[in-house]
């Protein structure tokens, strides 16, 4: 198992090559993007090269219809049974999903199921207990909403992005009781890579911005699990 950390500005930076690196490197052909919603993240200029057969599955029709037709698209809740409408896959991925997910055991337990033998799941999720996420979970919705909006001024530019409920469910670092989760379903842990720091929560702040920036330094040095603000988790059936 390959546990490693970094800042989190690495999170953002390098998430698109660390997808398709994945996905290259094991000659992945079914693909299925969950929580896609308005902006899934392999271009479709990729996939037609690929020869990939990507679906994204979104349980909101709404956001879907803001994608690019391109793309073939299923409105499903992906904590509810799946029963056949979702293809065997060799690669499930979700980017920012997994902390609005109220049931994480059926939601994990779902993927592994549509996963063909040997396949991967890789998810990119924020992790408790970063303090921005902390207080997103405890403030009300409409607080919250307003204090994003304040920090992350013009987020709704371009009408694509929304704010959604978090919960928080299962995202955490890689502490014993998290992998421990992912064994009992069945999955090997092939990289659990997990980020410190906020910056970009930041920016507006500076006296924050620089204590962030100390306190990421600090904790790649002496990583505690508990304290990490995101994690790509990349799970193998
Ligand atoms: C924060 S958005 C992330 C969108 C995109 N992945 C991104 O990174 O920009 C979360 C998405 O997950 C979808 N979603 C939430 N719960 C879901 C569920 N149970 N099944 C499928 N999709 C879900 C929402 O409708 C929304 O489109």
């Given amino acids: 198992m390959d546990i490693q950390y970094f800042p989190s500005t690495e999170a953002w930076g390098r998430y698109r090559q660390f997808l398709v690196d994945l996905i290259i490197t094991h000659g992945c052909k079914s693909i299925c993007e969950i929580g896609g919603g308005a902006n899934p993240w392999l271009p479709i200029e990729f996939v037609e090269e690929h020869g990939i057969n990507y679906l994204i599955v979104d349980i909101s029709a709404e956001e879907l219809a803001k994608a690019d037709n391109r793309y073939q698209k299923l409105v499903l809740d992906i904590t509810k049974p799946v029963t056949g409408e979702l293809p065997a896959c060799d690669f499930v991925f979700s980017r920012m999903l997994a902390e609005h997910v109220k049931d994480p055991l059926s939601f994990h337990q779902n993927i592994f199921r549509i996963l063909k033998p040997g396949g991967l799941a890789f998810h ?98 002496n990583p505690q699990p508990w304290l990490t603000s995101y994690a790509y988790l990349v799970l193998k059936k």
């Avoid at 919250?144 to 704010?163: D, M």
């Avoid at 890579?193 to 990421?216: C, I, M, V």
Wanted: proline share 7%; with cysteine.
């Fill in 124 to 221: 990119f999720f924020p992790t408790l207990f970063a303090p921005p996420f902390v207080l997103n979970f405890l403030l009300p919705e409409t607080l919250s909403y307003w204090l994003l909006e304040k920090v992350q001024s013009g987020r709704q530019r371009g009408g694509k992005r929304s704010k959604f409920p978090a919960f928080y469910r299962w995202c955490r670092g890689p502490l014993r009781s998290q992998i421990a989760r992912f064994k009992k379903l069945g999955y090997q842990i092939v990289h659990y890579h997990s980020f410190f720091g906020n910056e970009g929560y930041y920016k507006r702040f500076r006296p924050l911005a620089k204590l962030d920036q100390w306190a990421t330094s600090y904790l790649c040095r």
